[in-house]
């Protein structure tokens, strides 16, 4: 299977009018490029199990004590390459290789809620760190007295919108308030929105006409140029109602570019939502930013434990969670999407 996209993809890399359309260029050869790193990790792993069991099975516990000690304490790594190799196996739908906008809004909960927002954003700026992965927040809006009402980032790597869209959705923080006097037990909400990143689609066509694009002087981080100028940009695709925000960039133009790029992977998912059978896949089932509808809770007190709803996965290793090791949670949400 690997191997006969790898063909494909060389042949489309060579034909004549390849780099006439450049982003589809790029796009194709970062493809082919995972492809064959994917191949070769497979190939090698392939060749170190075969090697282990040919070991094991002309080594005596009895004549060599050191080798099988060895065995023994390759085969935990060995099984967990494995795993990991399998994972990627899951991720073969349209949007698993594409880099993901993240997007955090808070919900009900006052002070507390944009405070959990906030955290949510650290955990996953962290997520994307230990992933090796590029992120930038393109927008994001901060609350009065602290925390976040919304951000979005957009994160770069192999198969990021793969692996991190099991976290759409609402998630729901239960611990004792910091914000008020009593300390008392609070329950918060934020709502997290994930979309693949689409640079370049010919499915998608945005017409200039069905746009209002404002521009006004950016809020928040980014240094004394981003409160002094209105650089950043608001666009409104009046057909649809949605509306994005880009305020990262020092330029205007940088800033619709890049708005203009959210939008269009906004479109194109509101284009596969009318397509009931990838609904779920895409952006997972929520409704409100509220109680009842969260996808993962996230207990602090009075006992630590995280739990998403969907799979049951739980852990009480909370501090891991909000750290960015989510990979527990990535892995059941793979597994209990594969169609049998």
């Known amino acids: 299977m690997l191997a006969t996209e790898i063909k494909a993809l060389e042949i489309e890399s060579t034909a004549e009018d390849f780099w006439q359309d450049q982003e589809n260029a790029k796009e194709v050869l970062s493809k082919l490029e995972l492809k064959k ?5 497979f190939k090698s792993l392939t060749r170190e199990v075969s090697d282990t069991l040919e070991l094991a099975k002309i080594t005596s ?20 390459a494995v795993e990991k190799l399998e994972l990627q196996t899951l991720l073969t739908q349209k949007y698993d290789h594409s880099d993901t906008l993240l997007a955090i809004h ?25 992933k090796d992965y590029k992120a ?23 198969l990021a919108f793969g692996y991190l869209k099991s976290e759409a ?35 998608i066509k945005i017409d200039p006409n069905d746009l209002r694009i404002d521009t006004y002087r950016a809020q928040g981080a980014g240094g004394q140029h981003v409160n002094k100028t209105d650089s950043a940009v608001r666009i409104v695709h009046e057909p649809t ?6 305020q990262s960039e020092r330029s205007q133009l ?3 570019e890049q708005a203009l ?7 194109a998912l509101l284009q596969e939502e009318k397509k009931q059978e990838e609904k779920d896949s895409l952006r997972g089932e929520y409704g409100s930013i509220a109680w009842g509808n969260q996808i993962r809770s996230y207990v602090l007190h009075p006992y630590k434990m995280v739990k998403d709803h969907r799979t049951k996965a739980k852990t009480s290793q909370a501090e891991s969670v909000l750290e960015g090791d989510l990979d527990l949670f990535v892995e059941a949400y793979l597994r209990s999407n594969v169609k049998t």
């Open 61 to 80: 516990p009895e004549e060599d004590e050191k080798s099988a000690n060895e065995i023994k304490a390759k085969l935990p790594e060995l099984a967990k």
């Open 106 to 130: 808070a919900g009900t909960g006052g002070l507390d809620a944009q405070d959990w927002a906030n955290m949510l954003l650290r955990m996953y700026l962290r997520f994307a760190e230990n």
């Open 254 to 256: 940088q800033n619709k």
């Open 169 to 203: 959705g609402v998630h729901r923080l239960v611990r004792l308030s910091p914000f008020n006097s009593g300390n008392t037990r609070e329950t918060s909400f934020a709502l997290v929105d994930i979309l693949p990143v689409l640079s370049h689609s010919k499915e």
């Open 37 to 41: 790193k994917e191949l070769e990790t």
């Open 241 to 246: 109602g949605i509306t994005v925000q880009c």
């Open 261 to 267: 790029k959210v939008l269009r992977s906004r479109l």
């Open 136 to 158: 930038k927040i393109i927008d994001i809006s901060e609350g009065e007295e602290g925390g976040l009402k919304r951000a979005t980032v957009e994160i770069k790597g192999p």
